[in-house]
Structures are given as C-alpha cells and as structure tokens.
C-alpha cells in the first residue's frame, strides 16, 4: 500500500502522463461510476458528488451527481488538495475557507495500484455540517478503492473483497 503522507507524484509530468497511459473509462465504467458516486453523496445526505481524474496535466470532472455539480469550480482547490497530498479531506464549513457556493466537502484519492494517485471521488453541499464524518469517511474510502479498481480498468471492486 502507498505511503499517503507522501504526495501522490513528485512532479506534474509524474501525474499528467499515468492516465492517459492507461486511457479514460469506457461508458461502462461510466454508469458503475455514477452509482459510486450517488452512494458517496447519500451516505453524508449531500446534494452533489464526483470523480475528478487526472488527464492530459489538469483535473477533469468525469462523472457528476447532483444539484450542486455545476457550482464544483468553487471547490475545485479542495479536490486539488485531496490529490496533492494523496490524503482525504474533511471540511465540515468552509465559510472562511471557500466561495459560498461550496460549504461542505469531503474527498478521498484515487490511487492506482502502484499507489499514484489519479483523481478524487468528492462529495460537496452549500450546507455545511455540524458533525464529525469518521464512520462515513471511512466508508467513503471504501467507495474511493471501488472507483479507483474501475478507474484504473479493474472494473468494480470493493476493499476487502475478493479470492476467499
């Protein structure tokens, strides 16, 4: 497993070029990946979630749900966060922190199985949230690892699961 204190590439070349290697998901994925992402957003109640994935230098929306996914841009720097230090991510408010648009977000990476980090699954809202998110961050985890088997061509997975 990858060591997450570390960044997810030492440099920008590092992360533009692992994704286009291995090519985008086919609309298969797509429809696997939306289902991803809706749990994502019911299990914090959220208006809006998505896969964000690292292509061609820069960070693309791949699969939106919700109300608010349009007004993503506001939280793009907290996606970029979750990428770049290739940890999860947990802002209960971010009042102070972001535009109004964008008042909860909570992210988790994308990691191939080399351990590279190539994209997020976030979840965002306008509302903020009063609670600490352990429990569903861990499973938001979970939900990451799935996206990540399908993002990097595995097709859907789930951690822990597997050869008994």
Same mark, same amino acid.
């Given at each position: ?21 291995? /090519?985008?998901? /086919? ?29 061609? /230098? ?11 996914? %349009? ?38 990476? =994308? ?7 190539? %994209? ?22 979970? =939900? ?15 951690? %822990?699961? %597997?050869?008994?």
């Amino acid at each position: 497993m990858a060591d997450r204190t570390q960044p997810a590439f030492k440099t920008a070349p590092e992360r533009s070029t692992e994704l286009p290697r291995r /090519g985008m998901p /086919g609309i298969a994925s797509e429809s696997a990946l939306l289902a991803i992402v809706k749990a994502a957003a019911g299990l914090f109640g959220s208006a809006s979630a998505e896969v964000t994935i690292l292509a061609g /230098g820069r960070e693309c929306r791949r699969v939106r749900f919700g109300a608010e996914s %349009g007004r993503m841009d506001a939280g793009s720097a907290f996606s970029a966060t979750v990428i770049e230090r290739n940890a999860p991510l947990f802002v209960a408010d971010a009042s102070s922190d972001s535009p109004a648009a964008i008042r909860f977000f909570a992210g988790v990476p =994308l990691r191939t199985e080399a351990g590279l980090t190539v %994209g997020a699954l976030c979840v965002f809202d306008r509302l903020p949230r009063a609670h600490s998110a352990a429990a569903s961050m861990a499973v938001l985890e979970d =939900l990451g690892t799935a996206a990540s088997a399908i993002v990097e061509g595995g097709g859907p997975a789930v951690a %822990g699961s %597997g050869p008994a």
